[in-house]
């Protein structure tokens, strides 16, 4: 029954985008999002309350491409909250005529949106305490990158769980591979379709671009001595993959840094074979967010059998 509702709420999140409702004005169109998406069980994300107190570092959750707050990590966070967690969210990326779709604009831009909120969350708890952050696909790669280049950043983040982060470049499937069809003249051609069709993000998370080469810089100073790499100095960064995952395989995720961890899910469920959409929702995954918040790695945990998408 559980396996059936997910099914059926990510083919209503995947239904409703690009779904218009004729605004009282005709010459316009409203993207608001559709009651019936908002009535499924599995939509929404608790508020972001920040009076809330707690022992623990107060956890911020980044969806992934094409998601919002309300869809993606926020049964992980209702799931936090039980837990004695403060937690925060906020749709990042979006295009105003459609806030509720994030994660489409430049990542570069993205970053900048979540540093701003990372700050406001540190200020307003204004209790001292780090940040931890969890992130979903893109929101995995920004749970890294946000640290890497943002000022001031990675001084008040302690913990980031990254879950499927394409970090070493998206191949979409392998659609990519078109993108090179002619060289670095179609890879450019490629890039500005993809910008012009509104996902710059999409062009940004591929092989070749911005975001990729961002952590391709990074990586080669820290091999030459002259960098901290993809996870600066005194974040603890844990990495949470899926070998069933077809759309972001492991070594496109994998941050092989010192102290950095990389976990599969397979390692301590063997059969669970979720795949990356299946990240989210999947309780096996959440035991591994769970044990690297907590810093008890090798905590055991209820399996579960996520989807295999």
Not at 81 to 107: D, Q
Not at 229 to 241: E, H, L, N, R, S
Request: charged residues 20%; glycine residues 10%; negative net charge.
């Amino acid at each position: 029954m559980r396996a059936t509702t997910l099914h059926l709420a990510a083919s209503l999140a995947i239904t409703a985008m690009g779904r218009p409702n004729p605004a009282a004005d005709s010459t316009a169109l409203s993207w608001d999002i559709p009651e019936y998406l908002k009535l499924n069980e599995l939509y929404g994300a608790p508020d972001n309350d920040f009076d809330c107190r707690s022992d623990r570092n107060p956890v911020v959750l980044l969806h992934g491409l094409s998601a919002d707050r309300e869809v993606d990590l926020n049964m992980l966070q209702k799931e936090l909250n039980a837990r004695g967690y403060c937690t925060f969210s906020l749709t990042y990326g979006a295009h105003g005529a459609v806030p509720w779709i994030g994660g489409l604009v430049s990542m570069r831009d993205s970053a900048a949106e979540i540093a701003d909120f990372l700050r406001e969350v540190r200020d307003k708890t204004g209790t001292g305490q780090k940040i931890d952050i969890v992130g979903h696909s893109e929101g995995g790669v920004q749970a890294l990158y946000v640290p890497m280049t943002q000022d001031g950043i990675a001084d008040i983040v302690e913990r980031t769980v990254a879950l499927g982060p394409a970090v070493h470049g998206a191949q979409y499937y392998g659609f990519t591979d078109l993108f090179y069809i002619g060289g670095e003249v179609t890879r450019t051609i490629a890039s500005a379709v993809v910008s012009a069709l509104g996902c710059p993000a999409c062009d940004d998370m591929a092989t070749g671009g911005a975001v990729y080469e961002d952590f391709g810089v990074a990586t080669e100073a820290l091999a030459a001595g002259t960098g901290s790499g993809i996870v600066p100095d005194g974040i603890k960064a844990t990495v949470v993959m899926s070998r069933s995952d077809t759309l972001v395989a492991p070594e496109v995720s994998t941050v092989d840094e010192e102290g950095v961890r990389n976990v599969f899910v397979q390692d301590a469920c063997p059969d669970d074979r979720v795949g990356h959409a299946g990240l989210m929702w999947d309780r096996s995954v959440w035991g591994l967010v769970y044990n690297a918040l907590e810093e008890e790695y090798d905590r055991t945990f209820e399996c579960d059998k996520g989807l295999e998408i």
